[in-house]
């Protein structure tokens, strides 16, 4: 059964930082398929970021600001934020587009004005 597992989630003051991990089976790296998306309070789930091609790319509203990167030796895909604002609290979530949908279980992120 494949599991895609976020970590390192919390709270952090505006203008902080704060780094997401995602492992997966290295199976799901080899697609390159990944990529985040979050749920904002009463919104819909939403694009982060996400590998198309030669490399990720980002929402406007995070472009710039959160960067997405993976580790192939840890089989860890990573969602550095940066500049959090109030409006990026929401459950982040990592998914595969390959060879399925697969979904993590999702992390709060939080953050405060």
């Known amino acids: 059964q494949v599991q895609l597992v976020e970590s390192g989630g919390g709270l952090v003051q505006a203008g902080g930082s704060l780094r997401l991990s995602c492992t997966a089976p290295?199976?799901?790296?080899?697609?390159?398929?990944m990529g985040w998306y979050r749920q904002r309070p009463g919104k819909q789930r939403e694009l982060v970021g996400a590998?198309?091609?030669?490399?990720?790319r980002y929402a406007d509203s995070v472009n710039g600001r959160f960067t997405i990167s993976i580790d192939h030796g840890q089989n860890t895909m990573y969602l550095q934020m940066s500049s959090l604002k109030p409006e990026d609290t929401a459950v982040y979530y990592c998914?595969?587009?390959?060879?399925?949908?697969?979904w993590g279980q999702g992390t709060q992120v939080t953050v405060s004005s």
């Open positions: 590998f198309h091609g030669k490399g990720p």
């Open positions: 290295r199976l799901i790296f080899s697609f390159n398929a």
């Open positions: 998914m595969s587009r390959l060879p399925r949908e697969y």
